[in-house]
């Protein structure tokens, strides 16, 4: 049983089918097979089973997954390790995160990486479910993700490393940028939102208008946070915005703190055991990013 055995069994895993697994590795179908093949011969039985959806891993085969992932992790950080201690340039880091974070918190903390640590490759993957970046993490898809629950999977650690704020994002020439704007004058505007189930925002906004007997006046409904900012800056409404957001991205458009203040924490979410060089020097970056919030 070697490395790459290991990497296409979990490449079928992942893709259900030899040939998009021999894809995404970028060699020959019959050289996946080959591999699976020889894997099965090794461990005495069968490692998938062919269903009418695709092929899915048979009880040896789920008994092998993370074990495989993790010495596919364990070759990571020996690689990285020993270029390291080489005094080589490179190594890679794979992040998970939460659409707000990226816009915003990110942005800074990639930037003080970056000049610190030129020759790491970076690789940022989006998505607004907490669950499948942790997930990702434990699986090995992400170094690191960064997620605003706390909730973690088995096998994760997290740790605090900001805080993010709802703020109310202005047409430009808005006035009376960075004061604070109650909520009763917000829901006499013409807001711009994403739906319901994605937007911890819009929640949390339409439970306090509740309690005060009003509702937003919501004039859009985007479905996702990429639509928003083009709206906003056009003059079409304004939108709920997560704090602290990249300049580049606000523009000409005004960013006011909304009373009452909604809060929420970033957290840093990473597997237990050895990291990486790359990854444990992002995480020292972001540790001093905490220090300052």
Request: charged letters at 20%; one cysteine or more.
């Amino acid at each position: 049983m070697d490395k790459r055995q290991l990497e296409y069994f979990l490449a079928v895993v992942q893709h259900e089918n030899v040939s998009r697994a021999a894809s995404y590795l970028h060699v020959s179908q019959p050289t996946v097979s080959v591999a699976i093949r020889g894997l099965e011969k090794e461990v005495g039985g069968a490692l998938f089973e062919r269903t009418p959806t695709g092929l899915i891993p048979t009880p040896a085969g789920r008994a092998l997954i993370e074990p495989a992932r993790q010495t596919a992790r364990d070759f990571e950080v020996a690689l990285e390790c020993t270029r390291d201690a080489l005094g080589l340039a490179g190594g890679h880091l794979h992040i998970g995160t939460v659409p707000a974070v990226h816009a915003g918190w990110l942005t800074d903390v990639l930037a003080q990486f970056r000049a610190a640590y030129p020759e790491v490759a970076i690789r940022v993957v989006a998505d607004a479910d907490d669950r499948v970046i942790a997930e990702g993490v434990r699986t090995g898809q992400f170094n690191l993700g960064l997620t605003v629950s706390e909730s973690a999977a088995s096998g994760l650690s997290r740790s605090r490393v900001g805080t993010q704020q709802v703020a109310a994002l202005l047409p430009p020439g808005s006035e009376k940028s960075g004061e604070a704007v109650d909520i009763d004058v917000l829901a006499t505007m013409d807001l711009i939102t994403m739906p319901r189930e994605k937007s911890t925002a819009r929640r949390w906004f339409e439970q306090v208008l509740q309690t005060r007997s009003t509702r937003p006046r919501t004039c859009i409904e985007m479905s996702s946070i990429d639509g928003l900012l083009p709206l906003v800056t056009a003059g079409a409404g304004y939108a709920l915005w997560w704090t602290p957001m990249a300049a580049a991205m606000v523009g000409q458009c005004v960013l006011r703190p909304i009373e009452p203040r909604l809060e929420r924490p970033i957290y840093l979410v990473f597997r237990n055991g050895p990291h990486p060089p790359s990854t444990r020097a992002f995480m020292d970056v972001a540790g001093a990013a905490a220090a300052l919030d």
